[in-house]
Protein backbone atom coordinates (compact mmCIF):
# COMPACT_ATOMS: atom_id res chain seq x y z
CA UNK A 1 0.00 0.00 0.00
CA UNK A 2 0.94 3.63 -0.09
CA UNK A 3 3.03 5.16 2.40
CA UNK A 4 1.12 8.19 3.95
CA UNK A 5 3.24 10.63 6.25
CA UNK A 6 1.98 13.41 8.70
CA UNK A 7 3.84 16.24 9.99
CA UNK A 8 4.05 16.83 12.71
CA UNK A 9 3.58 13.74 14.76
CA UNK A 10 2.97 15.51 18.63
CA UNK A 11 2.78 19.31 18.25
CA UNK A 12 2.50 20.91 22.14
CA UNK A 13 0.57 24.67 21.50
CA UNK A 14 -0.99 27.28 23.69
CA UNK A 15 -4.39 28.23 23.63
CA UNK A 16 -5.19 30.96 20.62
CA UNK A 17 -2.32 29.65 18.15
CA UNK A 18 -2.80 28.01 14.66
CA UNK A 19 -1.42 24.80 13.73
CA UNK A 20 -0.68 23.75 10.76
CA UNK A 21 -0.75 19.63 10.15
CA UNK A 22 0.44 18.21 7.04
CA UNK A 23 -0.35 15.00 5.53
CA UNK A 24 1.55 13.51 2.59
CA UNK A 25 1.55 10.70 0.23
CA UNK A 26 5.17 9.66 -0.65
CA UNK A 27 4.11 7.00 -3.70
CA UNK A 28 0.51 7.46 -4.35
CA UNK A 29 -1.35 10.16 -6.50
CA UNK A 30 -4.58 10.96 -3.77
CA UNK A 31 -7.92 12.47 -5.99
CA UNK A 32 -9.68 12.55 -2.67
CA UNK A 33 -8.62 12.92 1.34
CA UNK A 34 -10.06 12.88 4.19
CA UNK A 35 -9.29 14.11 7.94
CA UNK A 36 -10.29 12.25 11.07
CA UNK A 37 -9.85 14.05 14.72
CA UNK A 38 -10.04 10.94 17.76
CA UNK A 39 -10.63 11.81 21.31
CA UNK A 40 -8.97 9.30 23.96
CA UNK A 41 -11.18 6.40 24.14
CA UNK A 42 -13.12 7.10 21.60
CA UNK A 43 -13.32 6.26 17.81
CA UNK A 44 -12.49 8.26 14.64
CA UNK A 45 -14.69 11.07 13.77
CA UNK A 46 -15.04 12.29 10.52
CA UNK A 47 -14.30 15.74 9.71
CA UNK A 48 -14.01 16.39 6.59
CA UNK A 49 -13.61 15.38 2.62
CA UNK A 50 -11.19 17.28 0.00
CA UNK A 51 -11.15 16.67 -3.31
CA UNK A 52 -8.11 17.93 -5.28
CA UNK A 53 -8.63 21.52 -6.41
CA UNK A 54 -12.05 22.02 -4.71
CA UNK A 55 -12.92 22.94 -1.34
CA UNK A 56 -13.67 20.53 1.29
CA UNK A 57 -16.87 18.79 2.41
CA UNK A 58 -17.39 19.42 5.93
CA UNK A 59 -19.11 17.21 8.52
CA UNK A 60 -21.84 18.14 10.39
CA UNK A 61 -20.80 20.34 13.72
CA UNK A 62 -17.42 20.62 12.01
CA UNK A 63 -16.34 24.65 12.04
CA UNK A 64 -14.93 25.16 8.77
CA UNK A 65 -13.30 28.27 9.54
CA UNK A 66 -11.56 26.90 12.21
CA UNK A 67 -10.51 23.47 10.62
CA UNK A 68 -9.02 24.96 7.56
CA UNK A 69 -7.95 22.29 4.66
CA UNK A 70 -6.02 22.91 1.95
CA UNK A 71 -6.00 20.06 -0.82
CA UNK A 72 -2.98 21.32 -2.63
CA UNK A 73 -2.03 18.89 -4.71
CA UNK A 74 -2.54 15.23 -5.42
CA UNK A 75 -0.11 14.26 -2.72
CA UNK A 76 -0.36 17.27 -0.43
CA UNK A 77 -2.88 18.32 2.06
CA UNK A 78 -2.76 20.59 5.07
CA UNK A 79 -5.50 20.90 8.03
CA UNK A 80 -4.56 24.21 9.89
CA UNK A 81 -6.25 24.48 13.16
CA UNK A 82 -6.84 28.03 13.79
CA UNK A 83 -6.69 29.69 17.46
CA UNK A 84 -6.93 26.38 18.90
CA UNK A 85 -8.11 25.32 22.49
CA UNK A 86 -7.93 23.15 24.77
CA UNK A 87 -11.24 21.17 23.36
CA UNK A 88 -9.23 21.13 20.32
CA UNK A 89 -6.46 18.56 22.02
CA UNK A 90 -6.78 15.32 20.14
CA UNK A 91 -5.87 13.02 17.53
CA UNK A 92 -5.87 13.99 13.87
CA UNK A 93 -5.50 11.70 11.11
CA UNK A 94 -5.50 11.57 7.61
CA UNK A 95 -6.23 9.37 4.66
CA UNK A 96 -5.65 9.05 1.18
CA UNK A 97 -7.68 7.95 -1.46
CA UNK A 98 -7.81 6.88 -5.04
CA UNK A 99 -10.66 6.56 -7.46
CA UNK A 100 -12.32 4.05 -4.86
CA UNK A 101 -12.13 3.68 -1.11
CA UNK A 102 -10.30 0.16 -2.26
CA UNK A 103 -6.88 2.15 -2.36
CA UNK A 104 -7.37 3.98 0.90
CA UNK A 105 -4.23 4.98 3.11
CA UNK A 106 -4.47 6.36 6.56
CA UNK A 107 -1.30 8.19 7.90
CA UNK A 108 0.37 6.91 11.32
CA UNK A 109 -1.51 10.72 13.31
CA UNK A 110 -0.78 13.55 14.80
CA UNK A 111 -1.59 14.61 18.34
CA UNK A 112 -2.39 18.09 19.24
CA UNK A 113 -1.70 19.34 22.41
CA UNK A 114 -3.41 23.27 23.53
CA UNK A 115 -2.43 24.28 26.80
CA UNK B 1 -22.65 4.51 5.20
CA UNK B 2 -24.69 1.88 6.77
CA UNK B 3 -24.57 1.31 10.55
CA UNK B 4 -22.45 -1.42 11.91
CA UNK B 5 -22.77 -2.98 15.20
CA UNK B 6 -20.20 -4.96 17.08
CA UNK B 7 -19.45 -6.20 20.27
CA UNK B 8 -17.44 -4.05 22.24
CA UNK B 9 -14.61 -6.21 23.86
CA UNK B 10 -13.34 -10.01 23.37
CA UNK B 11 -11.04 -11.95 24.55
CA UNK B 12 -8.72 -14.63 22.95
CA UNK B 13 -6.10 -17.08 23.49
CA UNK B 14 -2.71 -16.78 21.60
CA UNK B 15 -2.19 -19.27 18.97
CA UNK B 16 -5.94 -19.53 18.63
CA UNK B 17 -8.27 -18.68 15.82
CA UNK B 18 -10.17 -14.84 16.89
CA UNK B 19 -13.43 -14.72 15.34
CA UNK B 20 -15.09 -11.27 15.07
CA UNK B 21 -18.48 -10.38 14.38
CA UNK B 22 -20.18 -7.56 12.41
CA UNK B 23 -23.61 -6.20 11.83
CA UNK B 24 -24.56 -4.41 9.17
CA UNK B 25 -28.35 -5.27 8.56
CA UNK B 26 -29.19 -1.80 6.80
CA UNK B 27 -26.29 -2.00 4.47
CA UNK B 28 -26.94 -0.87 0.88
CA UNK B 29 -26.23 -3.22 -2.62
CA UNK B 30 -23.11 -0.90 -3.52
CA UNK B 31 -21.61 -0.66 0.08
CA UNK B 32 -18.45 -3.12 0.80
CA UNK B 33 -17.58 -4.42 3.99
CA UNK B 34 -13.94 -2.76 5.57
CA UNK B 35 -12.10 -4.10 8.57
CA UNK B 36 -9.99 -1.86 10.04
CA UNK B 37 -7.63 -1.71 12.92
CA UNK B 38 -6.20 0.51 15.62
CA UNK B 39 -3.18 -0.05 17.89
CA UNK B 40 -3.24 2.29 20.91
CA UNK B 41 -2.01 5.37 19.67
CA UNK B 42 -1.51 4.70 15.72
CA UNK B 43 -3.36 5.44 12.92
CA UNK B 44 -5.85 2.48 11.37
CA UNK B 45 -4.38 0.08 9.46
CA UNK B 46 -6.36 -1.91 6.59
CA UNK B 47 -7.12 -5.52 6.87
CA UNK B 48 -9.28 -6.62 4.27
CA UNK B 49 -12.42 -5.92 2.44
CA UNK B 50 -15.44 -7.59 0.81
CA UNK B 51 -18.70 -7.02 -1.63
CA UNK B 52 -20.26 -10.11 -1.20
CA UNK B 53 -17.32 -13.03 -1.50
CA UNK B 54 -15.67 -14.69 1.26
CA UNK B 55 -11.73 -12.90 1.02
CA UNK B 56 -8.65 -13.86 2.38
CA UNK B 57 -5.50 -12.23 2.87
CA UNK B 58 -2.22 -12.61 4.68
CA UNK B 59 -3.45 -11.21 7.76
CA UNK B 60 -7.25 -12.35 8.11
CA UNK B 61 -10.57 -13.92 6.28
CA UNK B 62 -13.87 -12.07 6.04
CA UNK B 63 -16.63 -14.29 6.03
CA UNK B 64 -19.73 -12.22 4.66
CA UNK B 65 -23.42 -13.73 4.86
CA UNK B 66 -25.16 -14.13 2.12
CA UNK B 67 -27.81 -11.49 2.88
CA UNK B 68 -24.62 -9.49 3.43
CA UNK B 69 -25.93 -8.54 6.97
CA UNK B 70 -23.33 -9.62 8.61
CA UNK B 71 -19.52 -10.67 8.85
CA UNK B 72 -16.80 -12.52 10.58
CA UNK B 73 -13.63 -11.33 10.16
CA UNK B 74 -10.77 -14.49 11.44
CA UNK B 75 -7.55 -13.76 12.42
CA UNK B 76 -6.46 -17.54 12.21
CA UNK B 77 -3.61 -17.67 14.44
CA UNK B 78 -4.04 -14.58 16.97
CA UNK B 79 -0.84 -13.37 17.99
CA UNK B 80 -0.17 -10.61 21.23
CA UNK B 81 0.36 -7.95 19.10
CA UNK B 82 -2.92 -8.36 17.44
CA UNK B 83 -4.49 -6.85 20.18
CA UNK B 84 -5.93 -3.91 18.78
CA UNK B 85 -9.64 -1.98 18.22
CA UNK B 86 -10.62 -3.54 15.58
CA UNK B 87 -13.77 -1.53 12.95
CA UNK B 88 -16.02 -2.93 10.71
CA UNK B 89 -17.37 -0.66 8.06
CA UNK B 90 -19.93 -0.57 5.59
CA UNK B 91 -19.22 2.10 2.98
CA UNK B 92 -19.15 2.92 -0.53
CA UNK B 93 -18.35 6.75 -0.27
CA UNK B 94 -16.51 7.74 2.81
CA UNK B 95 -15.50 5.82 6.25
CA UNK B 96 -17.58 6.32 9.91
CA UNK B 97 -15.74 4.37 12.14
CA UNK B 98 -18.09 3.19 15.16
CA UNK B 99 -17.14 1.88 18.42
CA UNK B 100 -14.98 -1.31 17.01
CA UNK B 101 -14.28 -4.00 19.05
CA UNK B 102 -11.19 -3.98 21.33
CA UNK B 103 -9.25 -7.34 21.03
CA UNK B 104 -7.08 -8.45 23.60
CA UNK B 105 -5.36 -11.52 22.53
CA UNK B 106 -3.86 -13.18 25.81
CA UNK B 107 -0.82 -15.98 26.33
Known amino acids: GAVVSQHPSWVICKSGTSVKIECRSL??????MFWYRQFPKQSLMLMAT?????????EQGVEKDKFLINHASLTLSTLTVTSAHPEDSSFYIC???????????FGPGTRLTVL | DAKTTQPTSMDCAEGRAANLPCNHS???????VYWYRQIHSQGPQYIIHGLKNNETNEMASLIITEDRKSSTLILPHATLRDTAVYYCIAADNDMRFGAGTRLTVKP
Open chain 1, 27 to 32: DFQATT
Open chain 1, 95 to 105: TLAGGNLDEQF
Open chain 2, 26 to 32: TISGNEY
Open chain 1, 50 to 58: SNEGSKATY
